[in-house]
């Protein structure tokens, strides 16, 4: 496995990342199993707080890992605050990025697991502290740089507001393909509940930098079949590569707790 050609294959997955990314057997590594009982309820957590009104997206794309929508950063809207607070958080981290984990079929692809249980897919809203780092790239190293906030999907009804995404993906079919996607806003795929669990963790994927406060949402949403049956139309493989690989189990396992503390924002 040669620099950054990382996958989840049988060669190049989760179990090999070690060998070029040794932090891969660090001390704050995600995921992890959440065990609700062993979560410790924190009365002094704050709720979190999301400002995603002004959000404006600029595009969709295919990395060879995941479908990512980008959030714009051109100047009018980066003044324009994209934010969560709250929570853990000492201060508001800006939204940069979202993108998916999912599985092949049946009910595994979710990256977290809660009780052992698995979802069949986790939505990660990737945050960085703006108000401490310049760039997302000098807090996408630092131990409080980045917020993600990760949302189960389980089969269920279709999720109207997905439809927007999943009716986009034939655009970016395969890896390094990029297309317009303006004005989506991300509210229409968070559940009604803001409950969450919270623990310093890590990238899940290369290079698995231990730079992530994580908030993961207990509560998660439906989506139908058919609109996960649209993100395994993705390919791992770019138009000129002759391997043509589905795009799916692209999860991190579980990874060791090493003695770290889950909070619940409930009891
Ligand atoms: C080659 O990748 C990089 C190169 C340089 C920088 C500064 C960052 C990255 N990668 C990165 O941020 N990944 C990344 C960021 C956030 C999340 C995840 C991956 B996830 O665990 O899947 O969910 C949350
Ligand atoms: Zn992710």
Known sequence: MTGNQWGYGEEDGPSSWYKDYPIAEGARQSPINIAPEE?????????????YDNCTSTNISNNGHSVVVDRCECDRCSSLLTVIQGGP????????????HWGGKGCHGSEHTVAGKTYTSELHLVHWNAAKYSS?????VAPDGLAVLGVFLEIGDERGGLNKITDSLYMVKFKGT???????????????????????????????????TWIVLTEPICVS???????????FNSEEEEQRTRMENNFRPPQPLKGRTVRASFK
């Open 39 to 51: 979560a410790v309820y924190d009365h002094g957590l704050p709720p979190i707080s999301l400002h």
């Open 136 to 140: 997302f790239a000098e807090a996408a």
């Open 225 to 235: 079949e058919k609109q996960m049956g649209k993100f395994r139309t993705l390919l």
């Open 178 to 212: 990029v297309t317009d996607f303006r004005d989506f806003n991300p509210n229409c795929l968070l559940p009604s509940s803001l409950k969450y669990w919270t623990y310093p963790g890590s990238l899940t994927t290369p290079p698995l930098y231990e730079s992530v």
């Open 89 to 100: 958080l000492e201060n508001a981290y800006r939204l940069k990025q979202f993108h998916f």
